[in-house]
C-alpha cells in the first residue's frame, strides 16, 4: 500500500466511523446513468446555475443596490456629470473600473439567458419523451416551479442596474400589478415604497434576488436532483432496456468525468460568449428615468412572449362604479399565462386521466408515437413563438421593412389560427412518420441499388434493418381507447356521463396510430 | 417482437491498438495543457495590458484588449479542461454498460397498514374530538397566527391616497423644456414642432423621480385647422398647440414617438398609436383610453402655463381609478 | 450542355434561378434609375437662384408645382428654406425614388452645386431655416457629451433608439439610425422636422443643446465596442437569439459529441 492510499484510507475510516457513510456512498456510486444528448439539458441548467451564483457572488462584492442620487464622476465620458441612482453608478464602475468586471456582469448575464433556454429545453425533452409520467409527476411540477421562479429572478435581475431599459420594464411591472383589482394598487406602493418609482423597490428586489430566491432556487433544484437520483433515470427504448432496468455508464469513473467535463464545458461556452459577445451594455441605455424610453424597449427572451401578448392585447377596459378593470393587462399578463401554467403543472394528471393509464413508466415514448401528446406540445410552441415574435415586431420592422402594424395583425390573427393547424400538421407529421417506420421494419432499408428482373422490370434492393433497429420500432405499446359506456348492463344512464363521452372521446384521439408490425406480420412477409 | 438483446460490443481503437492509446492519450494531455496555457493569458491580460487598449477586429469592430484577452483566457481555459476529460472518459475510461434494477416504489402492504394503525393510535390519544376546547381555541390562534407578519409588512410603504390622482400641474403652472427648464413662449414654436416638458418647480422644490412619472407633459403645435375637437378640448388648447400627458394610459411608458405628418403619437412599449388632431384619441393598439389633455394658455408674458390641473388621473388605470 | 441538363434536375435549381432573376431584375432597374440621374444640365448661368429654378423646374416641379406651391402628393416649399433642401437633396432623399412609405437615404442625385442651386431658389421663395455654416458646426469645441446624452434620451431615442440606431414608426415608416450621418445634416434635420420627424425649434432646444446632441451622437458612432459583438445595439431580442442558436446550440453540439460512443 502507498502512503497516497494509506492517508486515503484513513481520511476515509475517520468520516465512517462518525457518520457510517460507506454502505451509502457505495451503493450511490453504483448507479447507472443512460446516455443521451437530450438527457444533457437538465445538467445545462443545473451548471448554468452554479455559474449564476459564482459570477452573482463576485458582482455583489461591488454592487450598491441603492436608489439614492449621486453624480457619475467615474471614467466613462458620456455619463460625466450626469445625476443617477447608486444602483446605476456602480453597475458602470463594475463594467469600467474593476479589471474583468464586465466579463463577470456579461457572464451573469448570458448565464441567465441560457439558464432560462436550457429549462425550456429541458422541459420540452421531458415533455414530448412522457418522462413527466408516473412516478414522475412530482418532477415534473417541480421542474415548472423553477421554471416560474426563473421568471421572477430574471426579472428582478435585469432590473437592478436601473438603466433606462430596465427601469422602463420595471414601469411595466408596476402598470401590472396596480391593475390587479382591489388590492393591486395597495401591493404596488408597498413594494415599491410610494408612488413609482419609489424609494425601496431596489433594495427589496436585491434582497430577494441574491438571497430569498436563489435560496428557493437552491432547495427545489437539490429535491428535484435527488428524486432523480432515487427514482433512477428514464431510458430511451431499445434492446436489452425493459421497464424493470436501466443501463448505462456506472457514475465512477465515466459518468463523473463526462458530467464534471461538461460542467467546464458549459461554464467555457458562456464565458466564450461573453468575452465576444456584448449583452446589456447599460451605459448606452442610460440612467432611468420616467421621462424618457428608448424605441425598440424589450424584455430579456424568457419575457418577450408576454410582451408580445400584452401588445396584441384587445384595447378593452371596464369603466364600472368610479372602478376600472382593464382587462387590456389583466387578459394577456395575468390571466393567459396563469391558464397555461396551471394547464401545464397538471398536464401529467390529465393525461393519465384521459388515457387511463396508472402504471409506472421508465421507458421513454418516441414522440412519433403519441401523436396526439407531440401535437399538443408543438402546438403550444406555436402559440408561445406567436406571442415572441409579437414582443419584438418593431425590431422586425426595422430590420426587414415591415409594419409593426402588420405584424400586430398577423400576430392577432395568427394566436389563433396557427396552433390549431400546427397540431393538425403534427400528428400528421407523426402518423406519417409511423408509416415509415413501418414500411422501414417490413421492407428494410432502400439501397439505391437497381436490378433488372427476368421480366423487365426494375425492382430496387432492400436491405433488412437489423434486429435491434427492429426491435426499437416496434418495442412501443399501443394501448386501446378507453370504453366508456353512457349506460350500465341494465341500460341504466351513468352518473357523469357527460364527463365519461368526453373523456372516452379524449382517449379515442389519443390512442391514435398505425398498427405496430408484429412478428406475424414479419413472417408473412418472409413467406412471399 | 423478440427483444435480440444488445448489439454485439465493438472496440475502440485504443482498447485494441497501442499506438492509438498512446495517442488518444497525448490528445489529452495537450488539451489540458491548452487550458493551463489560456489561464496564463487570462493572468497575462489581467496583469499586463491597460484597460484603455483597443484592436480593430473584423465583424466585431473596435474592441478592448483587455476585455478580450481576459474573457477568451477564461473561456478557453474552461473548454479545454472540459474537453480533455470529456475526451480522456471517451477514449480511455471503461466503457462497459452497466445495468441497474429498479425496484418498485410502492412500499409493502405490511409497511402501509403498520403506518395507517401508528397515524390512527396517536389521533385517538390525542383525543382532540372530545376536547372542543382546545380545538376551538386552536383553530382560533392558528386563524390569527398568520396575520401578524402579514401585518408587519404594512410599513413597506404609505398608503396610495390622492397621489395617483394628482399631478404638480396647477392653475398657473408654467410649462418647462426637459432638460433645460425654461420656460416657453408659444411663439417658440413653429408648426410641426414638439416640446418635452415638464411643470415649473417653485424655488429650491426638488424634482423626484415619481414626479416624473406622472408630470411629463408632450407640446405640439399643429395647424388649428387641422383640430377635429370637441368645444371643450379646443378651448383647452392655445394657437394650434396642445398639451398631453406623456404617459401611456396603458402601462405608463412615455408617449413620446409623434410623427408630424400624420400627427400620430405612438408608444415605444406597446404600439397604442394616438391621434392628436383628434384629442389623442386610440386608433391602435391595446391602450383603452387617449392621453389626458392638459389645459392651456399663455400668462401675460407671453409664456405658456396650465391653465387647470389634469381633469383625470394620468398613467395606466388601476382599480380605483375614476374613468367614467 | 449535357452537364448542365443535370444541374437543371437539381434540388436548388428552382431557388437558385430565382434568385438569379431576381438579381438580375433589380440590377436593370438601379441602372436603369441611374441613367436618369445622369443626365447633364447646361444652361445659361445667370445667378445661382436662376439655376436652381432651372433644375427645379426641370426635377421637382412635376410633384411639387411648378412655383413650388406644392401639389397632391408633394408638399408645398414655401418658407421651407435653404436648410430643408439642402438635407433631403443632399442626403439623396430628394428626388424620391417611390411613393410608398418614405424617402429613403440614397446616392445624391445633384452635386453640391447644383444642390446649393436648389436651396437658393427655394430660400428666395420666402424666408425658412438657412444651412448651418461650419463655424456655427463646431461641435467638438461648443457641444457636450454629456448633456447631449440627456437631450438625446428625452427627445431622439424614441424614435432613434437608444444608440441612434433608428427605429419603428407606425404602418411601415420608420427613424432611420443616425450613424454616420454628418453633422450638417443632423442639425439640419432637428430645425426643419423631415417627413415623420417633428420640429425642435431653436428656442426649445437652443443651437448651443443642438451641438451637443451631434457630439453624443457622433460619440456613440465612434465607441469601441467595449465588451465584444454588439450585434446591432438594439436590445435584448438579438441576444435572446444568439443565447439560443450560439449558446444552446454549442452545448447540443458538445452533448451530442459527448454521448456517441468513440471508435
Given at each position: 500500500m502507498t502512503t497516497a492510499?494509506?492517508?486515503?484510507?484513513?481520511?476515509?475510516?475517520?468520516?465512517?466511523?462518525?457518520?457510517?457513510?460507506?454502505?451509502?456512498?457505495?451503493?450511490?456510486l453504483n448507479k447507472v446513468f443512460p446516455d443521451h444528448w437530450s438527457f444533457m439539458l437538465g445538467e445545462v441548467c443545473m451548471y448554468s446555475f452554479v455559474i449564476l451564483l459564482l459570477s452573482g457572488t463576485f458582482l455583489t462584492l461591488w454592487f450598491d443596490p441603492s436608489q439614492r442620487d449621486v453624480i457619475y464622476e467615474g471614467v466613462y465620458e458620456p455619463l460625466k456629470g450626469i445625476k443617477m441612482s447608486a444602483a446605476y453608478a456602480s453597475t458602470l464602475d463594475i463594467s469600467f473600473e474593476v479589471r474583468g468586471g464586465l466579463l463577470m456582469r456579461q457572464i451573469h448575464h448570458w448565464a441567465a439567458n441560457i439558464f432560462m433556454a436550457a429549462i425550456v429545453a429541458h422541459l420540452l425533452r421531458v415533455f414530448f419523451t412522457g418522462a413527466f409520467r408516473k412516478p414522475r409527476e412530482f418532477n415534473w411540477i417541480l421542474g415548472i416551479l423553477l421554471l416560474t421562479l426563473g421568471f421572477v429572478e430574471g426579472l428582478f435581475g435585469y432590473s437592478l442596474p436601473d438603466d433606462l431599459l430596465s427601469g422602463t420594464g420595471l414601469r411595466i411591472t408596476s402598470a401590472i400589478i396596480q391593475a390587479i383589482p382591489l388590492v393591486g394598487t395597495y401591493i404596488s406602493f408597498f413594494l415599491f415604497g410610494g408612488a413609482f418609482p419609489g424609494v425601496g423597490f431596489l433594495p427589496r428586489i436585491f434582497t430577494l434576488h441574491v438571497l430569498l430566491i436563489p435560496g428557493a432556487f437552491l432547495a427545489v433544484i437539490t429535491i428535484h436532483v435527488m428524486l432523480v437520483w432515487y427514482q433512477k433515470h428514464t431510458q430511451f427504448p431499445g434492446p436489452g432496456r425493459t421497464e424493470k432496468n436501466v443501463v448505462g455508464h456506472p457514475i465512477l469513473p465515466v459518468y463523473m468525468a463526462k458530467a464534471g467535463g461538461f460542467f467546464f464545458i458549459v461554464f467555457g461556452v458562456i464565458a466564450f460568449l461573453s468575452a465576444v459577445a456584448s449583452i446589456n451594455p447599460i451605459w448606452l441605455y442610460g440612467p432611468y428615468t420616467p421621462g424618457q424610453?428608448?424605441?425598440?424597449?424589450?424584455?430579456?427572451?424568457?419575457?418577450?412572449?408576454?410582451?408580445?401578448?400584452?401588445?396584441?392585447?384587445?384595447?378593452?377596459?371596464?369603466?364600472?362604479?368610479?372602478?376600472?378593470?382593464?382587462?387590456?393587462?389583466?387578459?394577456?399578463?395575468?390571466?393567459?399565462?396563469?391558464?397555461?401554467?396551471?394547464?401545464?403543472?397538471?398536464?401529467?394528471?390529465?393525461?393519465?386521466?384521459?388515457t387511463g393509464d396508472k402504471r409506472e413508466h421508465h421507458l421513454l415514448d418516441r414522440p412519433r408515437n403519441v401523436p396526439n401528446r407531440t401535437a399538443l406540445g408543438v402546438m403550444s410552441i406555436t402559440f408561445v413563438i406567436v406571442a415572441l415574435i409579437n414582443g419584438g415586431n418593431d425590431i422586425l420592422a426595422t430590420n426587414f421593412h415591415l409594419s409593426i402594424n402588420q405584424i400586430m395583425w398577423f400576430s392577432r390573427i395568427g394566436i389563433f389560427v396557427l396552433p390549431p393547424l400546427a397540431f393538425v400538421i403534427t400528428k400528421r407529421l407523426c402518423l406519417s412518420l409511423q408509416r415509415a417506420d413501418r414500411d422501414l421494419v417490413l421492407h428494410g432499408l432502400e439501397t439505391g441499388r437497381l436490378v433488372r428482373m427476368p421480366s423487365g422490370e426494375f425492382v430496387e434492393i432492400h436491405e433488412p434493418i437489423s434486429p435491434q433497429k427492429r426491435f426499437v420500432l416496434t418495442s412501443h405499446e399501443q394501448a386501446p381507447a378507453l370504453e366508456l359506456s353512457a349506460t350500465d348492463a341494465r341500460g341504466v344512464k351513468r352518473p357523469g356521463a357527460i364527463k365519461n363521452k368526453v373523456r372516452a372521446r379524449l382517449s379515442k384521439a389519443h390512442a391514435v396510430g398505425l398498427p405496430k408490425v408484429t412478428s406475424e406480420d414479419l413472417k408473412e412477409i418472409e413467406h412471399h | 417482437m423478440q427483444d435480440p438483446g444488445p448489439a454485439p460490443h465493438v472496440m475502440r481503437n485504443a482498447d485494441i491498438d497501442p499506438k492509438a492509446e498512446k495517442r488518444a492519450e497525448q490528445q489529452v494531455a495537450i488539451l489540458f495543457g491548452l487550458s493551463g496555457v489560456s489561464s496564463l493569458l487570462l493572468i497575462y491580460s489581467y496583469v499586463f495590458i491597460a484597460s484603455d487598449v483597443f484592436v480593430f477586429i473584423p465583424v466585431m469592430g473596435s474592441q478592448n484588449v483587455q476585455q478580450l484577452g481576459l474573457g477568451l483566457g477564461m473561456s478557453f481555459s474552461l473548454l479545454?479542461?472540459?474537453?480533455?476529460?470529456?475526451?480522456?472518459?471517451?477514449?480511455?475510461?471503461?466503457?462497459?454498460?452497466?445495468?441497474?434494477?429498479?425496484?418498485?416504489?410502492?412500499?409493502?402492504?405490511?409497511?402501509?397498514?403498520?403506518?395507517?394503525?401508528?397515524?390512527?393510535?396517536?389521533?385517538?390519544?390525542?383525543?382532540?374530538?372530545?376536547?372542543?376546547?382546545?380545538?376551538?381555541?386552536?383553530?382560533?390562534?392558528?386563524?390569527?397566527?398568520?396575520?401578524?407578519?402579514?401585518?408587519?409588512?404594512?410599513?413597506?410603504?404609505?398608503?396610495?391616497?390622492?397621489?395617483?390622482?394628482?399631478?404638480?400641474?396647477?392653475?398657473?403652472?408654467?410649462?418647462?423644456?426637459?432638460?433645460?427648464?425654461?420656460?416657453?413662449?408659444?411663439?417658440?414654436?413653429?408648426v410641426g414642432a414638439v416640446v418635452q416638458t415638464l411643470p415649473e418647480?417653485?424655488?429650491?422644490?426638488?424634482?423626484?423621480?415619481?414626479?416624473?412619472?406622472?408630470?411629463?407633459?408632450?407640446?405640439?403645435?399643429?395647424?388649428?385647422?387641422?383640430?377635429?375637437?370637441?368645444?371643450?378640448?379646443?378651448?383647452?388648447?392655445?394657437?394650434?398647440?396642445?398639451?398631453?400627458?406623456?404617459?401611456?394610459?396603458?402601462?405608463?411608458?412615455?408617449?413620446?414617438?409623434?410623427?408630424?405628418?400624420?400627427?400620430?403619437?405612438?408608444?415605444?412599449?406597446?404600439?397604442?398609436?394616438?391621434?392628436?388632431?383628434?384629442?389623442?384619441?386610440?386608433?391602435?393598439?391595446?391602450?383603452?383610453?387617449?392621453?389626458?389633455?392638459?389645459?392651456?394658455?399663455?400668462?401675460?408674458?407671453?409664456?405658456l402655463i396650465a391653465r387647470a390641473p389634469f381633469n383625470e388621473s394620468v398613467g395606466p388605470s388601476y382599480w380605483e381609478r375614476n374613468s367614467q | 450542355m449535357k452537364r448542365l441538363s443535370r444541374y437543371r434536375r437539381h434540388r436548388a435549381a428552382g431557388p437558385f434561378l430565382l434568385v438569379v432573376a431576381l438579381l438580375a431584375i433589380g440590377t436593370t432597374f438601379n441602372v436603369a434609375s441611374a441613367t436618369v440621374a445622369q443626365s447633364p444640365n447646361s444652361f445659361a448661368r445667370t445667378s445661382a437662384i436662376e439655376e436652381g429654378r432651372q433644375i427645379f423646374l426641370k426635377g421637382c416641379s412635376s410633384c411639387h408645382g411648378l412655383n413650388a406651391e406644392g401639389g397632391a402628393i408633394a408638399p408645398s416649399l414655401i418658407g421651407v428654406g435653404a436648410a430643408s433642401v439642402d438635407f433631403q437633396v443632399g442626403t439623396g432623399r430628394m428626388p424620391m425614388a417611390d411613393m410608398s412609405t418614405q424617402a429613403m437615404r440614397k446616392a445624391p442625385v445633384y452635386n453640391a452645386e447644383e444642390t446649393a442651386a436648389l436651396a437658393a431658389y427655394v430660400a428666395s421663395l420666402a424666408p425658412g431655416p438657412a444651412i448651418p455654416t461650419d463655424a456655427v458646426l463646431n461641435y467638438e469645441r461648443d457641444?457636450?457629451?454629456?448633456?447631449?446624452?440627456?437631450?438625446?434620451?428625452?427627445?431622439?431615442?424614441?424614435?432613434?433608439?437608444?444608440?441612434?440606431?433608428?427605429?419603428?414608426?407606425?404602418?411601415?415608416?420608420?427613424?432611420?439610425?443616425?450613424?454616420?450621418?454628418?453633422?450638417?445634416?443632423?442639425?439640419?434635420?432637428?430645425?426643419?422636422?423631415p417627413q415623420s420627424m417633428p420640429v425642435f425649434s431653436d428656442k426649445t432646444i437652443t443651437p448651443a443643446e443642438k451641438l451637443s446632441l451631434i457630439k453624443w451622437i457622433k460619440s456613440a458612432e465612434n465607441e469601441p465596442n467595449l465588451g465584444g459583438a454588439t450585434m446591432g445595439r438594439i436590445g435584448p431580442v438579438t441576444e435572446g437569439l444568439l443565447a439560443w442558436v450560439l449558446g444552446i446550440g454549442l452545448l447540443i453540439g458538445i452533448a451530442v459529441w459527448l454521448t456517441t460512443k468513440a471508435r
Open positions: 492510499e494509506k492517508r486515503l484510507g484513513n481520511a476515509a475510516n475517520f468520516v465512517d466511523e462518525r457518520i457510517g457513510a460507506a454502505g451509502w456512498v457505495k451503493k450511490s424610453i428608448s424605441a425598440g424597449s424589450q424584455p430579456d427572451w424568457y419575457m418577450g412572449w408576454l410582451d408580445g401578448l400584452v401588445r396584441m392585447a384587445p384595447p378593452w377596459e371596464t369603466h364600472a362604479f368610479g372602478h376600472t378593470v382593464s382587462w387590456n393587462i389583466l387578459i394577456p399578463a395575468l390571466i393567459v399565462p396563469g391558464i397555461l401554467f396551471t394547464g401545464m403543472a397538471f398536464y401529467p394528471f390529465i393525461e393519465s386521466w384521459i | 479545454f479542461l472540459g474537453l480533455g476529460a470529456i475526451h480522456w472518459a471517451k477514449k480511455l475510461m471503461p466503457e462497459t454498460e452497466v445495468i441497474n434494477h429498479r425496484h418498485e416504489f410502492r412500499s409493502s402492504d405490511e409497511d402501509r397498514d403498520e403506518l395507517v394503525k401508528t397515524v390512527k393510535h396517536a389521533a385517538a390519544e390525542v383525543k382532540l374530538g372530545r376536547r372542543s376546547l382546545i380545538k376551538r381555541s386552536l383553530g382560533f390562534s392558528l386563524g390569527l397566527f398568520a396575520l401578524p407578519p402579514v401585518l408587519l409588512l404594512r410599513d413597506l410603504g404609505p398608503l396610495p391616497k390622492k397621489q395617483l390622482e394628482t399631478t404638480n400641474w396647477k392653475a398657473g403652472t408654467r410649462l418647462v423644456t426637459d432638460p433645460g427648464n425654461r420656460p416657453i413662449l408659444a411663439s417658440d414654436l413653429e418647480m417653485p424655488d429650491e422644490t426638488e424634482r423626484l423621480l415619481s414626479d416624473i412619472a406622472k408630470d411629463p407633459v408632450l407640446l405640439i403645435r399643429i395647424r388649428a385647422e387641422e383640430f377635429q375637437l370637441s368645444p371643450e378640448k379646443l378651448a383647452m388648447t392655445h394657437d394650434g398647440i396642445i398639451a398631453f400627458s406623456k404617459i401611456c394610459s396603458h402601462m405608463g411608458c412615455a408617449v413620446a414617438l409623434y410623427e408630424q405628418t400624420t400627427k400620430h403619437l405612438l408608444c415605444p412599449c406597446h404600439q397604442s398609436t394616438f391621434d392628436v388632431t383628434r384629442g389623442a384619441k386610440v386608433i391602435f393598439g391595446p391602450a383603452a383610453r387617449p392621453l389626458p389633455q392638459l389645459d392651456i394658455t399663455v400668462d401675460e408674458e407671453g409664456y | 457641444g457636450s457629451t454629456a448633456e447631449g446624452g440627456e437631450l438625446f434620451r428625452n427627445n431622439c431615442a424614441m424614435c432613434h433608439n437608444f444608440a441612434g440606431q433608428g427605429g419603428a414608426l407606425t404602418q411601415g415608416k420608420y427613424a432611420p439610425t443616425l450613424m454616420g450621418v454628418e453633422p450638417k445634416y443632423i442639425y439640419e434635420a432637428l430645425i426643419t422636422g
